[in-house]
């Protein structure tokens, strides 16, 4: 009976099939609507140059800062002065990083897991991060010289406070009826910290990593500007102060490269320990 | 059917012969300092393999009576007596089981299961239950998950795996914190069959606070009624019922009559 109603049906039946609307810049692939994008920015700086809107002094041509990207890579692969100062920098911002990590994730659980922390030590937490850390670095060059090292703790200085924010808020991460669990369980303090608090806390935790290892960069950079040493800032700085535009955009890429390596190796990590966590936007950029 | 009025004696004809597995006398708890009324002289006697639903609304105290009988919450007045032994604190021969799954999401189904032995006696001891987590797996009907990550796992699922976590210790009682309410209703229906199938393997005794009228008929033995400031546990209701129960009772005159005589308790006393 059915059969044979649909069998009726079928031949005044319309077709239905039609197209969903995507915008035509949606359908684009991703590498070519970055390069679009870059092409736009490149001829846009060309025009600003070429109509000499601002002075050539001080904005170099596309072609020039080009020019000179290739003489710095060239500089840094040959292993001449400039990979030594790039070395440098590279330690200050390991070297404040790992600095960072370990302090920033001692106090995150000091201030997270006990009742003396969060009262006691976290006021002062706060206040310290509303000030201007960089303001400090003056102080490190003082106290540890002009060397690496104040410029490894003007870096770790500015970038514990995402790290210690991130440890907190993660081990406040876990859900009461998690929490309750593991107490009808009978868990330990510690049982719970390491087995519920802490991987829970992991994706927070991350957060504040993903902060910091671009934070470090900013520290050790201004470091180096405020306290002297042989690291890429005194380059940029040097360059700057002869005008010569090309080589600090120049100098700048590279350094951009060295943040991105640092958030780099915090991806890879992130990826590794917490495969259970949905990916954002962020983490998708290094697929 | 039999229906008293407040449960001086609550212990309803047809589980009167079973041994006594669980007592609470005179539990009443104030929290003094927000000056909080929650329990009001509970009494309850849950006998060996029966089934004893809990109807009451929200802020009816089933929170602080649950923490209480798990051993999380001391009572302010009265006694708690699992097995011949005084509640003292969380025990292994009390399983429990919320709402949310809370399975965690970095662990396998099985490691899942056999979380609580790990808590308590490690390692080692966690890796020796696996054959018994697999074998509780089967019960639910989750043969071929043991590997499989929660995010992998439906609602229904993930609280299937809950039952075996709740059951790997082999608890003396089970105390459910409304089970399933978060799943849909069909997933439900059916789960509320499965925990019956499986307490009746297990000769289990349950606890069980629901919002629901029907799963607490068609789960229980003994209904009662909650009713809130402060928490008192108002009248009880022996579910008559054959066992083992099925979906079509649900359509059954009898079941019917059984929770609208539920309904009308509570529409006296607990929205007062």
């Known amino acids: ?287 | 059917m039999m229906t008293t009025g407040t449960a001086q004696s609550p212990l309803p004809a047809g589980l009167s012969g079973r041994p006594v597995v669980y007592e609470l006398r005179g539990v009443s708890k104030t929290y003094k300092r927000r000056n909080v009324h929650a329990l009001e002289k509970i009494d309850l006697r849950l006998t060996e393999g029966s089934f004893w639903g809990i109807i009451g609304s929200s802020g009816c105290g089933k929170s602080t009576l649950l923490k209480i009988m798990s051993g999380l919450l001391s009572p302010s007045e009265g006694s708690v007596v699992l097995s011949g032994k005084p509640v003292t604190g969380p025990r292994r021969d009390i399983g429990m089981m919320f709402q949310q799954p809370t399975l965690f999401p970095w662990r396998t189904s099985i490691e899942n299961v056999v979380l609580p032995i790990e808590i308590r006696d490690g390692k080692e001891a966690a890796r020796a239950k696996h054959d018994a987590g697999r074998a509780l797996l089967e019960l639910v009907g989750l043969k071929g998950f043991e590997q499989v990550y929660p995010n992998e796992l439906s609602g229904g699922m993930a609280q299937r795996v809950a039952i075996c976590r709740m059951l790997i210790t082999e608890p003396t009682v089970l105390l459910l914190d409304e089970p399933f309410s978060a799943l849909d209703e069909l997933s439900r229906d059916f789960m509320d069959m499965e925990l019956q199938r499986i307490c009746k393997e297990l000769n289990a005794t349950a606890f069980l606070v629901t919002h629901s009228i029907p799963e607490a008929v068609i789960l229980s033995d003994v209904v009662s009624v909650m009713s809130p400031r402060p928490g008192r546990i108002g009248a009880t209701v022996t579910i008559d019922l054959p066992r083992p129960r099925t979906l079509d009772m649900m359509t059954e005159p009898r079941f019917g009559a059984l929770v609208r005589e539920i309904r009308g308790l509570l529409d006296k006393g607990a929205f007062l």
């Not at chain 1, 590279?90 to 600095?99: H, M, N």
């Open chain 1, 1 to 287: 009976m059915t059969n044979e109603l649909t069998a009726a049906a079928k031949p005044v039946a319309p077709q239905t099939v039609w197209t969903e609307e995507v915008h035509w810049l949606d359908r684009i692939p991703r590498s070519v609507a970055m390069l679009l994008l870059l092409c736009i920015f490149i001829a846009v700086w060309q025009a600003v140059y070429s109509l000499r809107l601002i002075s050539h002094i001080i904005m170099p041509s596309p072609m020039e800062t080009v020019v000179d990207i290739i003489t710095v890579a060239t500089n840094l692969l040959t292993g001449d002065y400039m990979l030594r100062a790039l070395w440098i920098t590279t330690q200050e911002v390991l070297a404040g990083f790992v600095i960072a990590v370990v302090l920033g994730f001692s106090l995150g659980l000091l201030v997270g897991e006990t009742a003396f922390g969060e009262r006691a030590v976290l006021p002062y937490l706060v206040g310290i991060n509303a000030a201007p850390k960089v303001a400090f670095a003056p102080l490190f060059v003082s106290w540890l010289g002009f060397g690496i090292a104040s410029k490894v703790a003007l870096a770790a200085f500015v970038a514990i406070f995402p790290v210690i924010v991130g440890t907190a808020a993660g081990i406040h991460a876990a859900d009461q009826n998690s929490r309750m669990l593991f107490r009808t369980m009978g868990a330990t303090r510690w049982q719970a910290l390491i087995k519920l608090k802490l991987p829970y806390g992991m994706p927070h935790f991350f957060g504040g990593l993903k902060n910091a290892a671009v934070l470090v960069v900013v520290g050790a950079v201004v470091g180096e500007f405020l306290g002297g040493g042989k690291g890429f800032g005194e380059l940029i700085r040097m360059a700057a102060s002869m005008i010569n535009t090309p080589r600090v955009f120049a100098l700048i890429l590279f350094l951009s490269l060295l943040g991105l390596g640092t958030f780099w190796i915090v991806i890879q990590l992130q990826r590794k320990l917490i495969f259970w966590h949905k990916e954002t936007v962020a983490d998708e950029m290094f697929e």
